[in-house]
Structure formats: C-alpha cells, structure tokens
C-alpha cells in the first residue's frame, strides 16, 4: 500500500488525513451559515419594522419561478447524494452520471433565476431606485424588501456557480477516486447540500411569507 | 471651561461620584497589581537566596476567593451605574421641550414660541429641559460634558436627551459622533439663564425677529399640505359627510392611547405623529381605511417639528 | 516529497525566491507574514505620528481636517485589520502551533498559504485604497455617513477588509482543525501549553464572527454602489441595525487581538520565573469564557445610540461579567511569580509590562462598562485611551514579548539582551506619556477624531504628542536590534531560556519537519525544576 504517498508527513495516515479534512469543511460551513445569517436577521427584522409595505414588495415576487427553483435545487442534491452512494458502491461510472444530472439541475436553476425571473423583475421595475414601480405608501417598504432579494440571490447565485465550478472539477477528476478514497467528493457533496439549505430558507423569505398575510 | 467642576447638574455630580468610585476602586486594585510585582520581582529574584518553602498546592482557593471578590465589586458598579443610567434615561413628566435638528455641520434649535437658534441653545435654569432631537443627514450626537450627558441623533428617528442645569453659565456642546469633515466645527454652546432672563431672551429681538410660535407655522403647513382636507379643519377628523373621507380626529390626540389595526396600543407621542406622517403605513390606525399618503420627502424635518407641534396644541373640541 | 535529512533549517531548505513564495512549510509562511504585518505596523504607526503632529496645536497643523480625518481612518483601519488582528495568530501562532503541538505542519498547508496571498491581495487594495485618496469615515464606517455621504475610496476600503476577512477565517479554520487532529500523541487537551488553548478560542472567534462582518460589509457596499440599501433610514432601514453587526464582530475582534497575546504571557511567565503556572485550568477556561461570553456584549459600544433601556442594562452587565475572566487571568500570572525564580531577561520586562498596562486598560473597561459613566466618557479621548491600552499596551507588548521570548527559535539567533531591555522600558515609559494625559482629557469632555479643539485641551495634547515621540522611538529600537541581530547576532542554542514545551527540543532554527521523529509527550506543560535542586544560574 503506496500509503506515504497518499497524505502529506503531517498526517500519520490517509485514513487520518479524510478525517482532517471532513472536520475543515464543516468548520467551513459553520462560516459561512454566519456569513449568511446576518441577511436572514436584517431581513426579518426590517420586515418587523414595516411588515404591510414590505409584504407588498414580496407579493410582486414570481411565485411559479420559485417553486421551480426550488424543485431544481433539492433534486440537484438528490441527485448528488446518489451520485455519492454510487462511488461507495465503487461504481465511478454511475457517480459521474449522476453528478452530471446534478450540475444540469443547478445550471437550470441559474439560468431560471438569473436569466427569466431577474430579466422580468428588472422588466417590471423592481429595482430599487427613482425608477422602482411600486408607488404610494408600500413605496419604502417595498423597495427595502427588494434590496434583500436582490443583494441575496446574487450571492446565493454566486455561491452556487462556485458550486457548479467544483462540480465540474469533481466530475473531470473522477478517474481519480475509489470506494475507499473519495473525500474531495464528500467535501464537495456538503458544500453542494449547504446551498441547498440556504435557498430553503431564502425560498420562504422571497415568496411565501409575502404572501401569507 | 469655567462651570466644568462640580458638574452643573445633579446628574453630572452623581455621575462624578460614580467616577470616583470608579477610580478609588482601579488605583486599589492598581496598588495591588503592582505592589505584588514589585514585591515579588525584588524578593523571588533568581539571585535572591530567600527561602521559597513549600508551595501551596490548594490553587483553587485562591481562584475561589478572587473570583468571587471581583463578581462582587463588578456587580456592586453595575447596579450603581445602572440605577443612574435609568433616571438619565427618564424624564420628568413637565420638561420644557425644546427641538434640536443636526445636520451636516450645524445644531439647530426651535423653541416651542417658534424661537430658533444656530449652534446654541439658551434654556433655563432650575428646570428639566427635554431635547427632542433627529437629523437631516448623518448620525451626530449631542454632549454636553459639562452636564455629563451626551446621545447621537439619528436620522429618520427621535431620540430624547434631559437635564435640569442648577446655575447660570455657558456650557460646551460638542458633537461627537463622526459626521464628516466638519465634524470638528459642529459645537457650540448651551446658556443657562434664569427663569426671567430666558423669558426676556425669548421675547428680545435677536431671537424673536421673525418668527412665529411653531403651533402657528404648524396650521399654516396643516393647510398647506392639504392635511385639512381630511382631516378637517383644526383637525377635528373627517367623515365622507364633511371631508369625504374617514379621518381620524388629531384634536386631543398627543399623549392619548390610540389601538392600531395589528391590535397593538400605542401612545401618540412625537415619534408617533412622526410616523403617521411620513410612513403611515406602519402606523394603521384601527377603524380607517388605510389612505393617507405618505409624505416622506417632501417635508423637512423642521416643519414635520412644526406640525406636530401644531397637532400637540389642539385639545379636544377646539377649533382653532 | 519526503525530506529524510531532517537536520536541514527551514531557512536553509531552498534559497530561491520560489521556494519562499510558493512553499507550504507553516515557518515560512510566517516569516512572510512577519515582513508584512511589520510593514503595516509602521505604515498604521506612521498615520499615528502624523496625528499626534496635528494636535500639537488646537488650530491643527496639519491644515485640513480632510486630511486628518483620512489619517485617523487609514490609522484605524491598517492598524485592526492588518496588525492587531492578524499580528500574533499569523507569525507566532503560525511558527509555533505545529511545533508545540508535536506536528509537522498545519492540517492544511496549502490554505495556510492561500490566506498568506489573500492577506497581501487585501492589503494591496487597502494600499490602493491610501495611495487613491483615501477614506474618511473612521474604521468603524457608521451608515449612513459611509453609504451615502462621504467622498472617500469606500468601496475599496470594504473590499480590502473583506479579503482580509477571509484571509482571516482560513487562519482560524487551519487551526482549529489542526489543534482537534494534530496533537502528538500523549498529548491529551490539558497537557496542551495554554498558547495553544489561547490560540484556539481565537481562531473560534475568527472563524465565528468574521463571516458576520465581511456580510455586513457586503450590504454596506451595496448601499454605497447603488445609493439604496438595507439601512437606509430614508426607505425604513435602520442604521443601528448596522452597528449591531457591526460590533458583533468588532468586539470580538478585541478578544482575537487580546487572547493570543494572554498566551504569550502565560508561556513566558512561568519560564521566567521558573515554575509551573498558576491555576493552569483557570486560566484556559477563562480564554474559553471569554471566547465565549465576547460574542453577547456588543451592544455596550451603544449605550448612547439609541438603543433601549433594557438591551443597555444586560450589556452592562454581560460586560462586567467577560471582564472577570481577565481578572482571574492576572492574578494567575502574578501568582506564578509569587516563590519563584525570576529572571529578567528582555521578553519577561515586555510580559510585565504587558500585565501592567493590560490591568489599566481592563480596569478602565470599567468605567465604561457602568452605563451612567459611559454616558460621560464614550466617544471622548477617555475611550481612546482606553482601549489603546488594552490594544498597544496590552496586545502590542505581548506581541513584542513573543517576539523575543521566540526570536531564537525563529532566526537561530540572540539579540543583544541590553538593547532589548532598553526597548522594552522605553516603550512602557512612552506608551504611558502618550496615553495617559488621553483619559484626563475624555474626562474634560474632549470628543475623539477632533481635527481642531478648544484651547483648554492643548497642554495635554503637548504632552501625550511628547509621549508619542518617545513611544515612535521605543517602536525603532526592536526594528533596529533584532534587524541586526538577524546578520550580526550570535548563533542561539536549541533552548536558550532552558523553557518547557516541545518547540525547544527541536534546534534553533528548526528543520523543515520539525521532528524527525514524532514526539510522546508524558508530562503536564510548564514543569520546570526546583533550581535549588538544579543549581540555576
């Protein structure tokens, strides 16, 4: 067993350097849920202040567009987590395949979001600004729920195409993982999933409680 | 800088006996913290051939002991420093209100006769002043360190600073809350004058030349900004019959409870009035349709100052 | 791969340019952190010097209050986010975490060199950000003055501190995780020197509250880029909201500037006194608290913003409570120096130092944690004072002791031990003129970040800029020594001070490895012997 060569002479084995590894990227996400937590607190705070004029703003959200999205996404990490116990069973073949339906899923999610529902709330005047559409007393209100939506889903955006990035490294690099020795595609699988959760908590803030009152 | 000691008013005293607790309690622990270096840096000095005997090995009797002893002394300053801060925190019930606006870089002052000042503010003494204070830009903060006292002023909100000065003087008023390259240039000075003094000084030329008592220039801008219109004149409230539209009464309203249509009570205070005016939409008064235009941005602070003062001076029933 | 002659120095394992820039060895990286961080040091320091110029007269010297509010920003902001916070984690806590923990490098080197180019790519811009013209808003950025009224480069200025933000968090995710997989074997958490502990409650606020920051910055950019934003008052945002999150991160900062230096000392302590340290567990837990207990106390910077009666009283109280742990820590290293043997070598004269400015500063923390006191002295030079004397007094010293407690280790050689004790008594000589006539001003009301003031502030102000001159001076004395010392300097032996912990049974500079074989480690730290027994000195 080519073990020396498999971890580098800080690590006492390869077992102790997956571990190691698997430990970083939960710190990691640790990260970055405070990274994004201080949107969802802004945001529910900044709805407390002002909820009539803010819902106003959430109701001209795309509801359908939404949805979709969302469907996208937990069918991404679906396919993922399958990908995932494809490599366990040792067969790289149906990881890959799977991975690619997970990348395509998150593609679509990016094209729906920034391609159809971002071009129609710019269409729509959503912006907020001296050109922001909605008028009278929901005016401020609207536009402060407006600037949350569209500061977080560009950064939502921007973490999944990191995502997509990784993806793609992971799928390109397959030849080089085995049932036993596949942490960078656990790493990557958490990292996948974390956005994933992160959207599901943005979901409910963008289109739903808008809507409920 | 005369005036500076003793503080001229009660708070500020008690506040420099709290400073001085404060103090007598840090060069103590100081002497301590010191003394024990020095004594232990000349007497366990590697040259030194003093006999170190046996050493203690109950550490946690002493970390025990100091840990309970500094709780102690640090929760004795926080009640004492705490019970102050709440009575700086409440005003008395018949303050003397007085306005105060911040921008970038001057204070300005209106007194409730309309009277209005720059980058000074005369009050009288042997009386609670209450500053009712916002700012047009930035966040400033207005201190006096004279009286111990200081609070920022926030755009888009009312904060609230009182005191009660005991002696005549002038005093410095700094702003201390970073706003900008004039920061340094935005200070001033507060005056204490007797009671009949500041009755002069209210009616005296330099500060009376043209202006209007604030409650007057208020039902100009009640008018002019078509407030009448619903709510009828001197703002007896509407109804379709009279001003074709469901309007709350303003007569008799400041310092009433009013139920809003979350279900939640709150007091008509300025930063109520404040609201309804320029985001009425947080404020849905139960009972009316929810119409009232918001008129953010196109009143300035000084004059929404003017209507609330106005709404302030109706009582109930009058006509004015 | 595999380097088998483990008795090759790290300095000496590569001489090219490459080999320094593109290696992965923890030493290395550290001592390019050392050359950056001593750059911005002098850089921030140099901003001081300029202010402490303009207040020698009420007038202002300098003749534009633009350009001394671009000092005072440029100051602050240089001086938390490219010295304090990064200083001893990234040189010291880099060099040394590996060899005390009986490793052979960090968990992740390659990361441990990516947050090394983050923190230049950050600090380039930050540069830029100076060069371009600056920024005036103070370090702490209060919306909306920054989002929307000021003219400086603020959007570069957010972008520096963001990368140095992540710079900062890979630093601290590299040691946690090293610290929890690292450890020699035998080496259980409570064998582990309390530098280690130390290190580890910082890299947990690293790693916890700095994403909070680099997010607020984010929104704050944006309110500065598109003109509208979430704390926009005049659409319903709040700008306190700002603050809030603002300190939930800066606050804790002042633990991640101050708890590694708590480490330093309580290394240094014991091997200068020749014993064990005093209430090993206290101490550690006390860094846990305050780790810990740092994180619910933000909202004391706001006792007068606006915020509510309620929220103000449990700060102050959560503020006396985080204040306790450092006590306990004090009385612990004045406890280890009680029946010891104390040598007064260069790096114990900055520890103790560092313990007597530390204890002012802390003890000032007082007078404004009691709220009717703060009311008085907030935003005034009283804070000021304060808190440079936690930062430079404190943080600053003990960075200064680490530094030569460890130099031997680090370079191979002794500086001379007369001109480091010369440094030392001159900086706590000059630390003190310069900041002490501060907290007398607060009290008289003088407000902070004051181009000009009034004429009955000028006689301190004289002598705190007097003090400044000294202290600038006290700052050059290291800068010259240990330069020196690096070419001229006599070669140091593997444990120089005869101090416990593993880093001083490799040699003086340690090989790439670090070990050539992995060390067991049996005993509790800090076991010095009874010199009586073996005839010290």
């Known amino acids: 067993m080519s073990d020396a060569a498999a971890h580098e002479f800080q690590f006492s084995s390869a077992e102790h350097r997956r571990e190691t590894a698997i430990s970083g990227i939960w710190l990691f996400l640790a990260t970055e849920a405070l990274f994004f937590g201080p949107i969802f607190l802004s945001w529910i705070y900044a709805r407390f202040a002002d909820p009539n004029a803010f819902d106003a703003g959430g109701r001209q959200t795309e509801l359908t567009i939404g949805v979709t999205n969302t469907a996208l996404l937990i069918a991404s990490s679906f396919a993922y987590s399958v990908g995932l116990a494809f490599m366990e069973f040792g067969s790289r073949r149906g990881m890959v395949l799977w991975l690619l339906v997970a990348w395509a899923l998150g593609a679509a999610f990016i094209g729906l979001k920034f391609g159809v529902e971002w071009r129609m709330d710019l269409a729509k005047g959503l912006f907020p600004g001296a050109n922001f559409s909605v008028h009278g007393p929901s005016r401020n209100g609207a536009q402060l729920f407006f600037a949350f939506y569209f500061f977080s889903t560009a950064l939502h955006g921007l973490h999944l195409l990191v995502g ?50 | 800088m005369n005036g500076y000691w003793p503080s001229a008013t009660l708070e500020g005293r008690e506040v420099d006996l709290l400073l001085l607790a404060l103090l007598l309690v840090s060069c103590a622990v100081l002497a301590l913290v010191f003394g024990l270096i020095l004594l232990y840096m000349v007497r366990y000095r590697a040259g030194s051939g ?133 920061h340094y240039t935005m200070t001033g000075e507060v005056v204490a004058m007797s009671q009949p003094d500041f009755e002069k000084w209210l009616a005296s030329g330099a500060a009376s030349e043209g202006h209007e008592d604030m409650a007057a220039a208020g039902k100009e801008l009640f008018t002019a900004h078509g407030c009448s219109g619903c ?57 009316y349709p929810q119409i009232m235009p918001s008129f953010s941005g196109q009143i300035s602070e000084e004059k929404v100052l003017r209507l609330i003062a106005y709404i302030k001076s109706l009582k109930s029933g009058s006509r004015t | 791969m595999t380097h088998s002659a483990a008795q090759v120095s790290y300095l000496e394992d590569g001489h090219t340019l490459r080999s320094w820039l ?31 110029y303009n207040l020698l007269s009420p007038h202002g010297l300098l003749g534009s209050a633009e350009t001394y509010n671009r000092l005072f920003s440029m100051h602050g902001i240089l001086m938390v986010w ?178 590694p230096g708590f480490g330093v000392i309580s290394e240094i302590v014991p091997a200068f006194s020749r014993k064990e340290l005093f209430g090993y567990k206290f101490v550690v837990w006390a860094s846990i608290a305050i780790a810990v207990i740092g994180f619910l106390v933000w909202g004391h910077h706001m006792f007068v913003a606006g915020t509510s009666l309620f929220s103000a009283i449990v700060f102050s109280l959560l503020s006396y409570m985080v204040a306790v742990p450092s006590a306990i820590k004090v009385f612990n290293w004045i406890g280890t120096m009680h029946k010891g043997y ?48 936690v930062m430079v007094g404190g943080m600053v010293s003990a960075y200064f002791a680490g530094l030569h407690f460890w130099w031997p280790k680090i370079t191979g050689r002794l500086y001379p031990e007369m001109w480091g004790r010369a440094g030392a008594i001159t900086i706590f000589v000059g630390f003190n003129l310069t900041f002490f006539p501060q907290f007398v001003l607060g009290y008289l009301g003088m407000p902070r970040r004051y181009f000009a003031y009034p004429q009955q502030f000028e006689a301190l102000n004289l002598l705190s800029s007097a003090g400044a001159l000294v202290l600038a001076l006290g700052y050059l004395l290291p800068l010259g020594y240990l330069t020196w010392s690096l070419l001229y300097g006599e070669r140091a032996s593997a444990n120089p001070w005869g101090a416990t912990g593993l880093e001083w049974t490799t040699p003086s500079p340690p090989p790439t490895e670090n070990f050539a074989v992995t060390p067991i480690v049996t005993q509790a730290p800090y076991q010095y012997e009874q010199p009586e027994a073996a005839s010290h000195e």
């Open chain 1, 164 to 213: 997509l990035a990784l993806l793609a490294w992971i799928i390109f690099q397959a030849r080089r993982f085995t049932a036993e020795r596949h942490s960078p595609v656990r790493v990557v699988g958490l990292y996948w999933t974390f956005i994933d959760v992160i959207w599901l908590i943005l979901f409910p803030l963008i289109y739903l409680i808008g809507r409920a009152s």
């Open chain 2, 50 to 182: 003093v006999h170190r005997g046996a050493r203690s090995d109950q550490a946690w009797r002493f970390e025990i002991g100091w840990t309970a002893a500094t709780l102690a002394v640090f929760f004795g300053l926080f009640i004492w420093g705490g019970d102050l801060y709440v009575r700086l925190f409440q005003p008395p019930a018949d303050a003397l209100q007085i306005y105060v606006v911040g921008k970038q870089w001057m204070w300005k002052v209106e007194h409730q006769g309309g009277q209005r000042e720059i980058n000074a503010l005369h009050v009288p003494i042997n009386r609670p002043i209450q500053l009712v204070m916002t700012s047009e830009d930035v966040i400033h903060d207005f201190s006096v360190p004279a009286f111990r006292i200081k609070h920022d002023v926030l755009p888009g909100r009312y904060e609230t600073l009182w005191f009660q000065i005991d002696r005549t003087g002038a005093f410095e008023l700094f702003c201390t809350q970073l706003c900008g390259v004039g």
């Open chain 2, 231 to 287: 709510h009828g004149e001197g703002g007896v409230g509407g109804s379709p019959e009279t001003t074709g539209v469901q309007a709350p009464a303003l007569a008799g309203l400041y310092g009433h409870s009013v139920k809003l249509q979350t279900g939640a009570t709150v007091t008509a205070d300025d930063k109520f009035i404040r609201d309804c005016i320029l985001t009425p939409d947080k404020t849905p008064v139960a009972g």
């Open chain 3, 22 to 52: 593109l290696t992965t060895d923890h030493k290395r990286i550290a001592i390019l952190y050392f050359v950056a961080i001593t750059f911005f040091f002098f850089a921030g320091g140099f901003a001081a010097f300029l202010m402490r």
């Open chain 3, 82 to 259: 490219f010295f304090l916070v990064p200083a001893v984690p990234v040189t010291l806590g880099n060099f040394l975490i590996p060899l005390m923990l009986g490793a052979r490098d960090l968990a992740f080197p390659r990361l441990n060199l990516l947050s090394w180019y983050l923190f230049m790519a950050a600090g380039f811009v930050a540069l830029y950000a100076v060069v371009a013209g600056g920024v005036d808003t103070g370090w702490t950025f209060y919306t909306p003055l920054t989002s929307l009224y000021s003219k400086g480069h603020v959007v570069a200025a957010i972008v520096a501190i963001f990368i140095a933000g992540f710079s900062s968090i890979a630093t601290g995710l590299n040691f946690i995780v090293s610290i929890h997989k690292l450890r020699a074997p035998g080496m259980t958490w409570y064998k582990m020197p309390v530098f280690l502990w130390s290190l580890y409650a910082t890299s947990v606020i690293l790693v916890l509250a700095t994403p909070v920051l680099a997010m607020t910055l984010l929104l704050l950019a944006f309110e500065r880029i598109f003109g509208i934003g979430v704390f926009d008052p005049a659409i319903g945002g709040d700008p306190l909201l700002f603050q809030h999150l603002f300190w939930f991160y800066s606050h804790p900062a002042v633990y991640v500037m101050i708890l």
């Open chain 3, 342 to 389: 104390i040598h007064f070598d260069s790096p114990m004269l900055y520890a103790i130092g560092f313990i007597g400015l530390f204890t002012t500063g802390g003890l000032t923390g007082l007078f404004v944690a009691a709220l009717a006191a703060d009311v008085h002295l907030t935003q005034t030079y009283f804070v000021v004072a304060h808190f440079h004397y």
